[in-house]
């Protein structure tokens, strides 16, 4: 009993100790042997905290942890050097804890922390990071993600921090500036520079805020306050909304994003967007359907391969008009007709040259190899000259390159309009009344004997455009449908309203591809002028299956051999059905062998005599199309109809389900069979026995004998 009285008598006199010594504190913990109490403890920023020995001899170290030799890592270190505790209680020390975050600690002496005197202080206050969670602030959501990632521990720091936050509507016009969509908005390398201009530094709240006044930010620029129609602005932006209080600053919202000096302004294409000297330039980049490509924002991320850095040496508004009166047309005329992508293409590199990287005697290739244009540098007393034409402004810096500009056009090397059989025309159109958003990312490569003289894109708007080639005698030409357009989907919806119409010299209409609400399609083995055929173009029609799918055969061709030789090959690259013209002679043997692309189920095709017969059919709801192998085109033998009545053959039993024999009066040397289609079938030498048809499915066959007389030919069917 008197054990019980002296241990309650104790732990009064310890509380009361207690209270008198944590008088000027927030919190107490008391120091004993091995143990401080309470051993975790949460307070809010600016707390005291009083440490009170009652047992021992220890101290309070927050600097480097004893158990493994490290620091503590704490927002601040503290120590309390040693002093030995008493029954009824010695004040250690008192500590304010002012920055926010956790506090790890132990008793350094002997080995008292090995035998667990450890603690740890959670200092735990209302952030601005802790604001920009909740649903205080309206219209902050996007914007708010983007500063608790990119500037948590600034945000979550003692500050005093004034942080000026964008609305959505003002991230929304960075997006659509920049070409980003918000997953790659929060990945943008210069993202947290431009937050960190949005934070100054100290507590700013309305009512401090006055025109003239300069705040400095965590970036190291300064921010300008100014007034506007009563409205308090930043740097030009709008406050909308004020003192959002944390405990270590204040939020207010602004209507536009900030962006300190030094960086990029955007990307190639916004740069000539914004210049009022390169108008020109502009209307002209919209009409090649090069807007997408000069906004790739390849500083992003390399593992999404977007195309870029580049390098434009960008043409004034006055070289363009100076370049139109050399040519004899308007300003307008230039930059909309048939070569204005050869000019835009031959001012574009595909890599970033600043003038330091700039050296006398380079030589800068477009990035577009089929223009085959290349820019020599020259420089001399300190001027930068391309292709002769010295550089006005240089080093505008872009997120995807440079730009440079210049006050002449580089000029292109342009094919020849004229050829020995004349001058074809390729018009590009777009059809009313569908939906579309014109031409751009959609191509047309303009091929001659397999070579690209020409890639192609109309408007995007309704009025169509036209290109104008020298073809030569035996040129072949081929008209290939492209696309940049990744997603098959946006193919399905936007492409049925543009087509193509191929002209000839004499203005006849040579080609078209399709009617208005059809996949445009590609044609191949169009001739000019060459020598004429004595039997005609086989006409090879290919097929996609897949209603929502334009990436034709994907990897898939057909590969054509005229008498064993090989003639060329057909890719399908777009669209679901295209064209390709094979020229033949009388008594060609023409072999299309079929190579599969990822999903051959999907594809099948047709072939045509050039008398518009169907010879071969690869057609199938359930089998994937085969090679057809020994087309006989044009035969020259004389036709059954006009065959003369004194045959020296003869055959039976006609019709027949097996067997077919052959009864001659002459020695026969070879026997053929032809499908109505066409196909040879069966070819030997005859070793007078029956021919075996029984593999032969039911219908009509020409039979061709070949006797020491001349040929023969008779007309057998098969019955299965």
Not at 37 to 59: M, R, Y
Not at 517 to 536: D, F, H, I, N, R
């Amino acid at each position: 009993m008197k054990l019980i009285k002296f241990i309650i008598s104790l732990l009064f006199s310890l509380i009361l100790f207690t209270l008198s010594f944590a008088q000027t504190a927030d919190h107490t913990i008391l120091v004993s042997n091995y143990s401080f109490t309470p051993s975790e403890l949460t307070i809010a920023p600016g707390d005291k905290v009083a440490f009170i020995n009652v047992e021992g001899l220890h101290n309070v170290n927050g600097i480097t942890n004893t158990l493994t030799g490290d620091s503590f890592y704490n927002p601040e270190d503290f120590f309390i050097s040693e002093i030995e505790g008493i029954a009824s209680g010695v004040l250690m020390g008192e500590i304010t804890f002012d920055q926010p975050g956790t506090y790890q600690y132990d008793c350094s002496i002997g080995l008292h922390a090995q035998l667990g005197m450890t603690g740890s202080i959670e200092v735990d206050a209302f952030t601005i990071t802790d604001l920009l969670l909740t649903d205080t602030i309206p219209e902050t959501n996007l914007p708010g993600l983007a500063f608790r990632l990119l500037l948590d521990s600034l945000l979550d720091s003692n500050g005093p921090l004034t942080l000026f936050i964008p609305n959505q509507s003002a991230v929304n016009e960075v997006q659509d500036l920049l070409n980003l969509n918000q997953f790659d908005l929060l990945g943008f390398v210069d993202l947290p520079a431009a937050l960190e201009y949005h934070v100054a530094t100290g507590l700013w709240l309305a009512d401090d805020l006055n025109a003239g006044m300069i705040l400095p930010t965590v970036y190291g620029q300064n921010l300008t306050v100014s007034e506007v129609g009563g409205d308090l602005q930043i740097n030009g932006a709008t406050i909308v909304s004020t003192n959002y209080l944390a405990d270590n600053g204040v939020v207010h919202v602004i209507d536009k994003c900030l962006a300190p000096s030094g960086l990029p302004k955007a990307t190639i294409w916004d740069i000539v967007k914004e210049s009022d000297n390169h108008q020109l330039l502009e209307e002209a980049i919209i009409n090649t359907g090069l807007v997408e490509l000069l906004r790739a924002q390849n500083d992003l991320d390399p593992s999404l391969d977007l195309p870029g850095p580049f390098t434009l040496f960008a043409p004034t508004d006055a070289a363009f008009e100076a370049y139109g009166q050399q040519l004899g047309v308007s300003s307008a005329e230039l930059v909309a007709g048939q070569f204005a992508d050869d000019i835009v293409k031959a001012h574009i590199i595909g890599s970033k040259k600043q003038s330091t990287d700039l050296f006398n005697g380079q030589q800068l290739p477009s990035y577009f190899p089929e223009i085959n244009q290349t820019n020599q540098i020259t420089i001399n007393s300190n001027t930068i000259f391309v292709e002769g034409i010295p550089i006005e402004v240089a080093d505008i810096q872009a997120y995807n390159g440079v730009v440079h500009s210049i006050e002449e056009i580089i000029l292109p090397e342009l094919p020849d309009l004229v050829g020995t059989c004349g001058t074809w025309r390729l018009v590009l159109e777009e059809e009313s009344g569908y939906y579309s958003e014109g031409w751009e990312g959609i191509f047309i490569d303009v091929r001659i004997n397999g070579e690209l003289i020409s890639k192609e894109s109309g408007f995007v708007n309704n009025n169509p455009s036209s290109f104008e080639f020298g073809v030569d005698e035996e040129s072949v030409v081929d008209i290939v449908v492209n696309t940049d357009i990744t997603d098959p989907f946006d193919n399905f919806y936007i492409t049925p309203a543009l087509n193509y119409k191929l002209y000839g010299t004499d203005n006849e209409l040579i080609y078209s591809s399709g009617d208005a609400g059809e996949l445009m399609s590609s044609v191949y083995g169009l001739a000019a002028c060459g020598a004429p055929l004595s039997c005609g173009f086989v006409d090879i029609q290919m097929f996609d299956g897949f209603p929502y799918d334009t990436d034709g055969w994907d990897f898939g061709r057909i590969d054509v051999d005229i008498n064993n030789d090989f003639y060329r090959s057909i890719p399908f690259v777009y669209g679901r059905f295209q064209q390709a013209f094979i020229p033949t002679n009388n008594g060609d043997i023409i072999d299309i062998n079929y190579i599969p692309g990822f999903v051959p189920s999907e594809n099948s095709y047709l072939v045509n005599a050039p008398d518009g017969t169907l010879i071969a059919s690869q057609v199938s709801a359930s089998n994937p199309p085969e090679s057809v192998l020994d087309l006989l085109i044009c035969e020259e033998a004389t036709s059954i109809k006009n065959q003369s009545i004194d045959l020296n053959t003869s055959i039976y039993p006609n019709p027949t389900f097996d067997e077919l024999y052959i009864k001659s009066d002459v020695e026969i040397l070879e026997v053929e069979i032809i499908s109505s289609f066409g196909q040879r079938v069966f070819n030997a030498t005859y070793d007078n026995v029956a021919l075996d048809v029984s593999n032969l499915q039911s219908g009509t066959y020409i039979l061709k004998v070949q006797t020491v007389n001349g040929l023969e030919i008779h007309k057998f069917s098969v019955l299965q």
